[in-house]
């Protein structure tokens, strides 16, 4: 497996897979990491470079999920935030998924300490408006507690 930033001539490719791809494109250095089996994307995650940088739209093909993808992208995106000086990390996650804020537990993110967030109304994603209705908890995490790449277990994604 192997992350690296989306470029544009990949776009179509990833959506063609199935994946959501549903951050708009920003002009600030925002970027999604894919993951890629040779040719083949398997699920991406957008770092939105906010004050503080936020994971969002983490999202891994349900064929492929269960092997680490979901973490070494989380783990990729906390990376290049410290690469570009950053010393802290969010990540949002929907209190009706706990199962996927374990996830971020197991990374090291820990609550934020923020109130909940609810969501109402309508945003703009690559397909169109969207209605949401959600809650939200907001997770942070030290950059330079995320393990280096050279320590990733591998044989989860193999
Ligand atoms: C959340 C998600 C990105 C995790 O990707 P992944 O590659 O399966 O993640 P990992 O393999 O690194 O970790 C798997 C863990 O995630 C958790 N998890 C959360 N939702 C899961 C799901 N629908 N399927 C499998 N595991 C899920 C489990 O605790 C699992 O732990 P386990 O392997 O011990 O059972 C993926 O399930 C997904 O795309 N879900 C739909 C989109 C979504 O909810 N994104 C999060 C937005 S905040």
Same mark, same amino acid.
């Given at each position: 497996?192997?992350?690296?930033?989306?470029?544009?001539?990949?776009?179509d490719?990833?959506?063609a897979?199935?994946?959501?791809? &549903?951050r708009l494109p920003?002009?600030?250095g925002s970027?999604?990491?894919?993951?890629?089996?040779? #040719?083949?994307?398997?699920? $991406?995650a $957008?770092?939105?470079l906010d004050?503080?940088?936020? =994971?969002q739209?983490? *999202?891994v093909l349900?064929? $492929?999920?269960g092997?680490?993808? /979901?973490t070494?992208?989380? *783990?990729?995106? &906390?990376?290049?935030? +410290?690469a %570009? /000086?950053?010393?802290?990390l969010t990540?949002t =996650?929907?209190v009706?998924?706990?199962?996927?804020?374990a996830?971020?537990?197991?990374?090291g993110? %820990?609550? +934020?300490?923020?109130?909940?967030?609810?969501?109402? /109304? !309508?945003?703009?994603?690559?397909? /169109?408006?969207?209605?949401? #209705?959600? !809650?939200?908890? @907001?997770?942070?995490?030290? @950059?330079? +507690?995320? %393990?280096? *790449?050279?320590?990733t277990? $591998?044989?989860? @994604? @193999?």
């Amino acid at each position: 497996m192997n992350i690296r930033p989306l470029t544009d001539d990949e776009r179509d490719r990833v959506v063609a897979a199935g994946l959501g791809l &549903a951050r708009l494109p920003r002009d600030d250095g925002s970027f999604y990491l894919v993951a890629w089996d040779g #040719d083949d994307p398997l699920g $991406h995650a $957008h770092l939105a470079l906010d004050d503080p940088p936020e =994971v969002q739209d983490v *999202e891994v093909l349900e064929r $492929h999920r269960g092997r680490g993808i /979901g973490t070494a992208l989380v *783990e990729t995106a &906390a990376r290049e935030a +410290a690469a %570009r /000086g950053y010393d802290r990390l969010t990540i949002t =996650v929907s209190v009706g998924k706990p199962d996927v804020q374990a996830l971020y537990e197991r990374i090291g993110f %820990r609550d +934020a300490g923020l109130p909940l967030r609810r969501v109402t /109304g !309508t945003v703009l994603i690559r397909t /169109g408006p969207l209605t949401v #209705d959600d !809650t939200l908890r @907001t997770l942070s995490i030290s @950059t330079a +507690a995320v %393990r280096r *790449e050279s320590d990733t277990d $591998h044989r989860r @994604t @193999t």
